[in-house]
Structure formats: C-alpha cells, structure tokens
C-alpha cells in the first residue's frame, strides 16, 4: 500500500466497467476514497457495490460528462461526499462507428468528439476549478490510446479525437505545473475489456492482433491501472505533460519477425 494515497479522493469517470473499474479498485486497496461516474444508474449501483466489498469508501455518481451542467455536479458532488478533490482520471469514452472519413456520418462525428475530446476537456475544467480553490495542487490521468500515433482503417475519427488529448494535456501542464498540478495521459494498446470485446467477440479473432504485440498477448485492465495510480501519486511527482503507453510494444515502428 502507497499510504502517501490513503484518504485522498480520486474521481474515476467510466469508472464502472474496464480500466475505470480496476483503477477504482486499486486506488480502493492503496486507502483512497473514490468516486465512481458513468451514465447508467444500474451498472453504476452494482459496480460501487462491488467496489465496497475492498473498501466503503467508494460512491456512485450518474453523469454524462458531454454535459458541462453534469460535469460541474459530479466535481460537486463529489467534494460534498469526501470534502475535497486530489486526483482525477478522465476515463470514459466510446469507441463510435469505426468507418473511413468518407462514410462517417456527421452524426457519429459529434458523438464521438462529445464524449472523448470536449467530455475530457469538460472534466479538466471542473477538476482545475476544484484545485484552484483548494490550493493544494493535485493529479489528472485521461485515456488517451495508441491510435492517438497509429491507426486503423476506420479510426480516422476516433484517433483523431485521442490524438487531441496529448496535444491538450502538453498545453495544461505548461499551464497548470506552477500551480503543483500534474496532468498525464495514459495510451493503452489492445487492452482486454468490455470496448474490446465489441471488437473481438471469441478469442480466436484477437490471435492475429495478439501477433502484432511484441508481449504476445492482449493486456489487463489491472495493467493500465497500476500506471494511473502511479501516476497519481507521490512516486511520480516530477512528470507531467506525459502520454504514457501501455501496449506491450505494439506502437513500436519497423518489421515484425
């Protein structure tokens, strides 16, 4: 246990499946309290219920973060249940309707941006605003992903939208680094979860793609969150405006043997 990160307060956006999930859980057994948002009130409910079998210290919070109204309550909310802020990752995102850039409807292209660039950017503000006040300087994490540098045919839109957080996350730690807050991006490869499982529905169809990761294999939601804990934490203290991959090499460029 990092006691440094006991009875701190972290807010997990899609924190109720995947990586949200297990970085609520290990901030939960490093002695954090955590909030929980997501948009479903039901998976929401069973996910903190789960969460409080390691700790009671764990709350769900219904948000959509597209919505700045809803951004500014969780923040709220979340300072009125734990009394404070101290650490953040802006996790939720939506994978949309993989497509090439001719086919992808104008429709697609805002829910896209909606949830994974201006929902991020919305939960930043809100979290600044919250350390500002308290004057104690403070983490942010977002997912990004390794399409932000690589790409797929038909993940024009969605690497676009992640490839904007590292430019984002550079300009708020130029900003933000006087005020002692760290703002980091996480850029997972091919990670097992529920985003991933719409891709790859049995494990014969991940072999091929497992082919390509120099590890050989996909990784663990429990991977990406040890490196969000990590760098939440005191053991991290000199970076920022980082983006961190966590793909077991797969956006290493050249030939495969």
């Not at 809100?126 to 399409?147: C, D, H, M, P």
């Not at 680094?177 to 990670?191: D, E, H, K």
Request: glycine share 10%; net charge negative; proline share 3%.
């Amino acid at each position: 246990m990092d006691h440094q990160l006991k009875d701190k307060v972290a807010l997990i956006t899609g924190g109720t499946t995947g990586m949200g999930y297990a970085a609520a859980a290990l901030f939960l057994k490093h002695g954090t309290k955590v909030i929980i948002a997501g948009r479903r009130e039901e998976e929401g409910s069973r996910a903190a219920a789960e969460l409080k079998k390691i700790s009671p210290d764990v709350r769900f919070i219904k948000a959509d973060v597209s919505k700045s109204t809803e951004v500014e309550r969780l923040v709220s909310e979340t300072v009125n249940t734990f009394g404070r802020l101290d650490i953040a990752f802006n996790n939720a995102g939506i994978e949309g309707a993989f497509a090439k850039v001719e086919e992808t409807t104008e429709e697609e292209f805002d829910q896209l941006m909606e949830i994974n660039l201006k929902g991020v950017w919305l939960s930043c503000k809100y979290e600044i605003a919250q350390f500002k006040r308290q004057n104690t300087g403070g983490a942010i994490v977002n997912t990004s992903s390794w399409l932000a540098r690589g790409a797929f045919s038909g993940s024009g839109i969605y690497s676009a939208s992640k490839a904007a957080l590292e430019s984002l996350v550079r300009v708020m730690a130029v900003e933000l680094g006087g005020l002692g807050i760290r703002v980091n991006n996480v850029n997972p490869g091919y990670i097992d979860t529920p985003m991933s499982d719409r891709f790859f529905p049995d494990p014969a169809s991940k072999v091929p793609f497992e082919a390509q990761v120099p590890l050989k294999r996909f990784g663990n939601a429990s991977e990406v969150a040890e490196l969000v804990v990590w760098l939440s934490g005191p053991a991290s203290s000199y970076i920022t405006g980082e983006s961190i991959l966590v793909d077991g090499g797969l956006t290493i460029s050249g030939q495969r043997s």
